[in-house]
């Protein structure tokens, strides 16, 4: 089985991928993807820091760990590019919101806000925003493959 960020992450793109706002099959899991000139609207889901701590003894103990789950938003067009931003963002905010446990991997799931990142080369605009998300999950110390059913 794969590690409990690996499955959320695939969660959260499975759950991005029904066409929000012409995106459609341009949902990837990472941070480090080249795009194309004149690229369509992508999502790219990634994970940031962790930390985790022990809160309860057994064998093994629990770990409860918070990481930042990125959902980064790009888009290229010689057009202002903020609505379109913004638009993809409310359908982001509507799923994740909607489903914060991910099939029971994560025990909760909170919005901590979005970074935005602009560029104009030349005629096009490349504007990103990245949404922020706390997300916390529990493994067993040692074994990050495998969900204890406590979420």
């Known amino acids: 089985m794969a590690h ?5 992450r695939h ?4 759950l991005l991928k ?13 941070r480090r993807r080249a795009l194309t000139e004149n690229h369509k609207p992508t999502i790219l889901v990634y994970f940031g820091d962790e930390e985790a701590e022990r809160t309860a003894n057994g ?10 789950l990125y959902i980064e938003i790009r888009v290229q067009d010689p057009e202002e590019v903020d609505d379109k931003l ?13 489903t914060q446990k ?6 909760d799931t909170l919005y901590r ?7 104009v080369p030349g005629t096009t605009i490349v504007a990103g925003m990245r949404l922020n998300y706390r ?11 495998h969900d204890t059913g406590d979420s």
Do not use: W
Not at 11 to 14: E, L, N, R, S, T
Not at 18 to 30: C, K, M, Q
Not at 59 to 68: L, M
Not at 135 to 145: A, D, F, K, L, M
């Open 102 to 107: 991910f099939g029971g991997l994560a025990s």
């Open 11 to 14: 969660a959260a793109a499975a």
């Open 18 to 30: 029904d066409n929000i706002a012409g995106v459609a099959d341009r949902v990837l899991t990472g």
């Open 86 to 98: 913004d638009d993809i963002a409310e359908a982001v905010e509507k799923r994740i919101g909607a």
């Open 59 to 68: 064998r093994p103990p629990p770990s409860d760990r918070t990481a930042t």
């Open 135 to 145: 997300v916390r999950y529990r493994v067993p110390e040692g074994n990050p493959t």
């Open 113 to 119: 806000g979005q970074d935005t990142v602009a560029q």
């Open 4 to 8: 409990v960020r690996k499955l959320i």
